[in-house]
């Protein structure tokens, strides 16, 4: 039974219904200030209110604990088999499969277990999850402004401190560094010191990955770009050492002393060959030598810089060697100069086929562009210089720094960027289809002077070693790895177009000096005396002074005088 009682009320009984309007404000009651009442009450004066008006807050410092990483590793093995059974014994097993797969069980097993097979077979079929969409798209211009960002830096992880004086690239996806530690100030090299060189892992900065012991501080160091287990080093001492990675932290074989270089070995490169156990290096004693890592004994062939032919020998710091010219190779020298050689000339007299005067100090980097091979990109003082092997001076320069450059070294991926390292810790990065009086980007990466600065094969990453022995890797943004539209095109052209430049005036220059040399009087191999050597004199001297004053009057500050002649 359902009880229901129903609450009943007439309208009427609401009373008026509520209407509300807009209406101005009345004045309901107005209450007149009375006099009389100030005299219960004192005034104080002056009156005087201490007031805090900043929030209290409080200083806290957090150190989060730093977690050491290291690598393990899992073998998977196949499991499963009864204790009656060896599964390392062939045959066992193979007679064990046949017993199971003859019983019914075994049968029902799989034809349960392929229903399910089957369903998941076909939905992979249906539909592709690791589809990538618009990959055939190109890639719109970069608008993001040009930037680089630390990722890691690897310390030395020695008590006595030592520069990181190279740096090398694992080979293919780059994963690892190899780094060089040394001392290069002469004779500063403390009691103490370790020698070991150091391999790191990119995703890993607090521990090395491996150790490399040699028998003297290694200057520069090398993986192979055919066996990424096989590096080899050229220490202070004028030796040379590989190392395979499989084998452990000491070296497989030295070069004997005898037969080495007598200073330092500041750089070196693979060769192209079919073995991929050939590569060559440069001392400051003047000799390259090329080396065979399968008879490391003595060197297969040397080369003395002797670009005269006079006996002086000129020091080298830098190589090149490009796998597309297997016979021609650079070397960089101590007098600022660039010697284009040739390994298959007939004689030794004849490998340095061309001499570039390129710096005022030594040659600290040299590199062929990847795009174009006949250009290449020199450093060795306050800037850096873009050359042509046809022409024996720059077709293009960068401006003079204020701190001196280290090293240099293209990108992989684009053809007209390339990086620079400088004293003062920074690192340049030139963009010359973008801009081609200042850099691009400038990076302070250290407080101390970069030493190596070498890119990734990808072009993404760019590592760079410091004095203090630090190690930094940077990442680019993505405008200044991937090749922009018709970059290499229009960088080609720029080429072409500075090259002709500079032969035009290159025959201009030698077309007046061939004209001054036929005006000038004794212009043969009688050397003037006399009267025509005072009137060259004077000529020179008017000539100096009128390069000098060019634009100036004689009350302009800046006016050079000439001296009075001496009296007779």
Known sequence: MEIVYVYQKKRREFGKQTNFRDRPCETGASIEPDPSYIKNYIERNPCQAEIQSVPEKSEHEVNTESFVLCNRGILHIQGG?????????VEHTIRYKKKIEKDEEYIKSVMVMGTNMEHCIKQNNAIDIYEEYFIDTPDSAAVEPPSAKSLNVYRDPNKIKRAASHVSWYPDDGHKIAVAYSVLEFQKMPANMSYDSYIWDVENPNVPDQTLTPSSPLVCLKYN?????????????????????????????TSSIEKSHRDPVYNLSWVQSKSGCEFFSVSTDGQVLWWDI???????????????????????TVLDFETTMPTKFMVGAENGSVFMCNKKAKNP?????????????????????PFFTKNFLSVGDWKAQIWIEDIKSPIMSTKYSMSYLTDACWSPTRPSLFYTSKMDGTIDVWDYVFKQNDPTLTVQ??????????????????????RDGSTTILEVSDGLSKIQNNEKSIFSQMLEREAKREKTLEAAAREKRIKAAQKRPNSGNIKPTGSALAELIRTADDEFFQTINDGLSENDPGWLARPAEPSQ
């Open 294 to 316: 399968r008879k490391f004994a003595e060197p297969t062939e040397s080369l003395l810089l002797d670009p005269e032919k006079n006996g002086n020998i000129v020091g080298g």
């Open 225 to 253: 770009p055919k066996d990424p287990h096989v590096l080899v080093g050229g220490s202070y001492s004028g030796l040379l050492s590989y190392w395979d990675t499989r084998k452990g932290s000491f070296p497989v074989d």
């Open 349 to 369: 007299g004849e490998k340095i086929t061309h001499v570039y005067p390129a710096h005022h100090g030594p040659v600290y980097a040299l590199q062929r562009n």
């Open 445 to 466: 990466v250290s407080q101390a002077p970069l030493h190596s600065i070498k890119v990734q094969e990808h072009g993404k990453l760019l590592a760079a070693t410091a």
């Open 81 to 89: 088999w009864p204790k009656d059974v060896d599964s390392s014994d």
